[in-house]
């Protein structure tokens, strides 16, 4: 079945520094990932959708400055989060899915960001 | 614009008993698919069944069943014999092309 790993699992950071969080598809090809924000208790919240070897689709009220999305291979996506700050503590989650739109997403492990 | 709702944010049920947690959902496509997540504490989002749009037939997966009612726009899930490892959050969800939209979930207790 289709894997998603997503690393690290836990990150703590000061305030001001960036972190880099992984999503990888580890048996198949995902041309597109997906990166969501959960809040405790809460639905999943979709940032930015990621599409390999283009400019990635922010939602919303997503700052594209702040959460940097490089999709640099068919099987790689990473989320950048610069310049930290606590409010920018969560729960994120990456997904993929092949190509065919049958198939569910699959979701990476999630991260959980606590910047202090 | 499509959108899924969950109308009911808590749910439980008595170990080995049933329960149905709701869905409905909005859109104008004709092809399409759902999906019910489970998230348990792990936080792990796990794909427990998936539905066809074009699909009369309702799918199940062992214990776990759906009432898909495309007229309607509903698609409710069943649990039977629930166990005590049922006990998470569920999401129903759908997908039209490239648009994954998610519920805003059902927490699910399971008693002993």
């Known amino acids: 079945g289709a894997v998603v790993s997503q690393h690290p699992s836990r990150v703590i950071c000061k305030s001001g520094t960036s972190v880099k969080i992984e999503c990888r598809s580890l048996?198949?090809?995902?041309?597109?990932m997906f990166w969501y924000r959960q809040f405790p208790k809460k639905s999943l919240m979709l940032m930015a959708t990621s599409n390999e070897g283009s400019k990635a689709t922010y939602e919303q009220g997503v700052e594209k400055d702040k959460f940097l999305i490089n999709h640099a291979s068919l099987t790689l996506s990473t989320l950048t989060v610069t310049s930290a700050h606590p409010e920018d503590s969560s729960f994120y989650i990456c997904?993929?899915?092949?190509?065919?739109?049958?198939?569910?997403?699959?979701f990476g492990s999630g991260t959980r960001l606590t910047v202090v | 614009a499509q959108t899924v709702t969950q109308s009911q944010p808590e749910m439980s049920v008595q170990e080995a008993e049933t329960v149905t947690l709701s869905c409905t959902y909005d859109t104008s496509e004709s092809d399409y698919y759902l999906f019910w997540y489970k998230q348990p504490p792990s936080r792990q989002m796990i794909l427990v069944i998936r539905q066809e749009a074009y699909k009369q037939q309702n799918a199940t997966e062992n214990r776990f069943s759906v009432n898909f009612q495309k007229a309607a726009k509903s698609f409710s899930l069943k649990i039977s014999d629930s166990q005590l490892g049922d006990a998470a959050m569920y999401f129903c969800?759908?997908?039209?092309?490239?648009?994954?939209?998610f519920g805003t979930g059902t927490s699910l207790t399971v008693i002993p």
């Open positions: 997904s993929a899915t092949r190509v065919r739109s049958g198939y569910g997403y699959t």
């Open positions: 048996d198949f090809q995902a041309t597109t």
């Open positions: 969800a759908y997908r039209g092309g490239n648009q994954f939209y």
